[in-house]
């Protein structure tokens, strides 16, 4: 049976719980890349800020690696369940909630800042997109890196587009609705879950997120305006430039 319908949640209230289950990812070909793709440009990282880092599936396996690595995400329901997997793991790594654009950390400087799995897609103005380009550039000295990859033109625009997804996993359901606006180049996604409750009910739950398009350009473009160059921009996993048909963006840039 169908219980009742609390409001729209912010991102990831609901979603993070099964967030991990609906991803099929190889996290650790991930951090493989992302650490040849250092290698690559002759930066060896030693602490590493992961900007948005969900459930913690990229901060985890590096700490793993012994690298010094802290987590930051903006939300609660994420940290929760990354602190519990570091708990799980017997891993001692710190994480905080916070949002990235006015992240300060007193006394604390990384070499290298990652922030994986299309985080600043989230970022929806160029207002809080140089905010979030000050914050890092802030916490790099110069020569450090900040990795981060992006959906593309092509996954926003046709993959998501207006498009519509729904699937049934053991114990919850969703449908997700998708609206593409050309005149701001923001993709709404409308998540509605059927998680069950105690009394045997199943309760609907929505949750909204919004990605906006940053092209290479557009990343060119604020890295030379924030005091960064940009050292790389690839099709996700390879090195390879960065294309039409790619459904992700890899980038690099280096504070100056």
């Keep these: 049976m169908l219980s009742w319908c609390l409001g729209v949640n912010e991102p990831y209230a609901i979603l993070a719980r099964f967030y991990d289950h609906s991803m099929d990812v190889d996290y650790d070909e991930w951090v493989k890349y992302l650490l040849a793709l250092g290698l690559r440009l002759h930066h060896i990282p030693r602490r590493i800020l992961d900007l948005g880092c969900g459930t913690g599936n990229l901060t985890l396996p590096l700490a793993q690696r012994g690298y010094t690595v802290l987590g930051v995400d903006l939300s609660p329901a994420m940290i929760q369940i990354a602190q519990e997997k570091a708990l799980r793991l017997g891993v001692d790594i710190s994480f905080a909630v916070a949002d990235m654009r006015d992240l300060t950390l007193p006394g604390q400087r990384f070499d290298t800042v990652i922030s994986g799995c299309d985080v600043l897609n989230y970022v929806t103005s160029e207002e809080d997109l140089q905010a979030t380009f000050r914050t890092v550039h802030r916490l790099l000295p110069p020569g450090g890196l900040w990795f981060f990859d992006l959906n593309s033109a092509l996954k926003l625009r046709q993959v998501y587009g207006n498009e519509s ?87 690099v840039v280096e504070k100056r």
């Design 165 to 251: 997804y729904a699937d049934l996993q053991e114990g919850y359901g969703y449908f997700w609705d998708n609206s593409y606006d050309e005149g701001s180049d923001i993709c709404t996604m409308e998540l509605t879950f059927f998680v069950p409750t105690e009394s045997g009910l199943y309760e609907r739950r929505v949750e909204r997120h919004r990605q906006k398009l940053w092209t290479p350009k557009n990343i060119a473009a604020m890295s030379a305006q924030s005091g960064f160059s940009l050292r790389a921009c690839y099709d996700f996993l390879t090195f390879s430039p960065c294309g039409p048909e790619s459904h992700r963006w890899q980038f």
